[in-house]
């Protein structure tokens, strides 16, 4: 995940020379992340901090970049992505997620009233051409949220095309690692942005090269190729005179140890004394260097693994690391939730704080899918742990959610599906479909709470009142985050289904039934997005949706009261965690409607 500093300390050794004509390996989410850091650094200074490039855009962009390196005659060989992160980057992930989350809960703070409007040209000069990844972020990148779910989203777009799709891997790694190996076992360069890889080993015929260091050969003149700046490890090795005393890594280790800069950790390595190559700290630090297999290689698994999202990738291979080594980790003797636990860190949406997540209402979508998922393995889990946001009171513990039986689940998808079939029915347009489903949810949980349906404030707010010309409100950032919730529960669903199958399990008929239904899931960038989403709501209430829906749930019409404002005020959070009762408990605690509801998905109540 990067060494401070190194990577400007090394370029210095590095060799400008030709790309055109090299075989190449990506390390795909850097790409990703360098290609949305510089449009981001695009934004207009006009636009909210909801103000994202669209994914469809951002794909456009990695495709054009990618397209500009083999009209310059680059082989790219292989786009790797990571499929399951190591324990031992856990908690460096679970500090990123409280840092994102405190993010997040500070714009609620300093901008009580929501985003200010995505200008209609946001954007719209952004060109693709090679020297796009030297653009520098001029924003506060790093404070703004980022597109939730950009990786999947061009992991998507990069496997529907025809040149890029045979080429990407989702790997039961990290991508880093698996670059790193290609390039050690066949040479060439490795393109990347992560300093990390400075200190593999990749060979006499391997080097490295960082996205912004990708250049024109000559800028008047593209018939002239493109050029990159190459970092050879040994190369720079024996011009350090550090072959013999541990190389690059042991600078590394130095400068990491003692906090040091570079050329402090390299008069260190060159002067000391001490056995450091030898000692359990040095030691312990090259392990982590080292690709792990943590699913064996005839596995097969891998076989689907590529079809996958990297986030459902990691909790199948999870789920099946965690069945062949029981008890075999020493992190088995933490008491906190870790990776010895099955886990999921789901995308970090752009929504309310003060509000329950907006992942709350879709968890039993998400319920069937981890439960479908156990079939794979012979010792079912009882939970799993999901990591949404996080807070520092709570000891960074994700949420625990209970994963039902089989049974259940069974019963689960016949339900679910019959309110699919329903809608389709009801929603003839395949954009209405989804988006009702999610409305479904909404009412279908408020309901359980007691509670007003966002979902029914905003329609009725579209109904009485012109869309604000300035300003979107926190209730619509929020809804709009829990319909892409809701999307992306259905999308893991989906996933862990193909795999299951995939996997030569035989599928009960309504789980069969269920996977049938979700074959016409929207593309990621043909997801509702905050900018578009008062006019959607608009024509949902127009096509009287509310009251088709409150029709098949059995219950009244649904009354809304005008708000005095919008409410964004901080909530008092229950204590209760009800998501670890069982489905058929929730049932009968929940208050119901007299009327009997044939379509009904099992309600579940969540706090973060």
């Given at each position: ?118 200008p209609e040209t946001a954007f719209n000069n952004l060109v693709a051409d090679m020297t796009f990844t030297r653009l520098i972020s001029r924003t506060r990148s790093n404070v703004l949220p980022k597109p939730p779910f950009m990786v999947p989203a061009i992991l998507e777009a990069l496997k529907s095309s025809e040149d890029w799709g045979p080429l990407v891997l989702v790997v039961p790694g990290e991508a ?433």
């Open positions: 995940m990067g060494i401070r500093g190194f990577s400007k300390a090394i370029q210095r050794y590095g060799v400008f020379s030709p790309l055109s004509g090299d075989s190449v390996v990506i390390d795909g989410p850097a790409l990703v992340h360098r290609i949305s850091e510089a449009c981001m650094g695009q934004r207009p200074s006009s636009g909210g901090f909801v103000c994202h490039p669209p994914y469809s855009l951002l794909s456009r962009m990695v495709i054009s970049w990618l397209d500009e390196l083999k009209s310059h005659n680059v082989n790219v060989r292989k786009i790797y992505f990571d499929g399951y992160l190591p324990p031992s980057k856990w908690e460096v992930r679970r500090e990123r997620l409280l840092l994102q989350s405190q993010h997040m809960k500070a714009l609620v703070s300093s901008e009580p009233f929501g985003s200010s409007k995505t880093d690692m698996f670059c790193a190996q290609d390039v050690r076992e066949n040479g060439g360069t490795l393109l990347t942005s992560d300093s990390d890889l400075l200190i593999q080993d990749l060979g006499p015929r391997g080097s490295v090269a960082f996205f912004w260091d990708v250049v024109p050969a000559d800028p008047a003149s593209k018939q002239l190729g493109i050029m990159a700046c190459k970092m050879s490890f040994h190369d720079i090795n024996d011009r350090l005179g550090l072959t013999n005393i541990g190389g690059l890594p042991r600078v590394a280790f130095e400068k990491q140890k003692g906090g040091m800069g570079f050329d402090t950790a390299l008069q260190n390595a060159r002067d000391s004394r001490e056995d450091t190559l030898n000692s359990l700290e040095y030691q312990s630090f090259m392990e982590e260097l080292q690709l792990r297999e943590y699913i064996p290689s005839c596995h097969p698994v891998l076989g689907v693994l590529s079809s996958l999202d990297p986030r459902i990738s990691e909790v199948v291979i999870q789920t099946l690391f965690l069945e062949n080594e029981p008890d075999s980790s020493p992190l088995d003797t933490k008491k906190s939730r870790g990776p010895e636990t099955l886990s999921i860190f789901l995308p970090i949406l752009v929504e309310n704080r003060d509000k329950r997540s907006a992942w709350t209402v879709s968890t039993n979508v998400r319920q069937i899918a981890y439960s479908v998922l156990q079939n794979l393995v012979h010792e079912r889990s009882s939970t799993v742990i999901e990591y949404r946001t996080l807070d520092s009171s709570t000891a960074l513990a994700g949420r625990q959610v209970e994963i039902p039986d089989l049974e259940e689940t069974v019963e689960n998808c016949t339900q679910l599906v019959a309110v699919l079939k329903k809608l389709a029915e009801i929603f003839p347009s395949p954009d209405m479909q989804w988006l009702s489903f999610a409305i479904y949810q909404d009412i279908e949980w408020s309901s359980s709470e007691q509670r007003i349906p966002l979902s029914a404030m905003l329609i009725n707010k579209t109904s009485n009142h012109p869309e604000d010309p300035d300003e979107y409100s926190w209730d619509l950032i929020h809804f709009t985050a829990q319909v892409q919730a809701c999307l992306y529960s259905l999308r893991i669903e989906k996933q862990i289904l193909d795999v299951v199958l995939f996997m030569g399990q035989n599928l009960p008929a309504p789980v069969q039934q269920l996977l049938d239904c979700l074959a016409s899931l929207p593309l990621i960038a043909e997801w509702p997005t905050v900018e578009r989403m008062f006019n959607i709501l608009s024509e949902f209430g127009k096509a009287e949706g509310l009251t088709k829906i409150t029709s098949m749930l059995g219950i009244p019409n649904i009354k809304v009261a005008e708000p005095s404002a919008d409410s964004t005020g901080p909530k008092k959070r229950q204590k209760k965690d009800q998501e670890l009762l069982s489905s058929k408990r929730r049932q009968r605690d929940v208050k119901k409607s007299p009327s009997i509801n044939p379509f009904a998905v099992l309600s579940q109540a969540s706090l973060d």
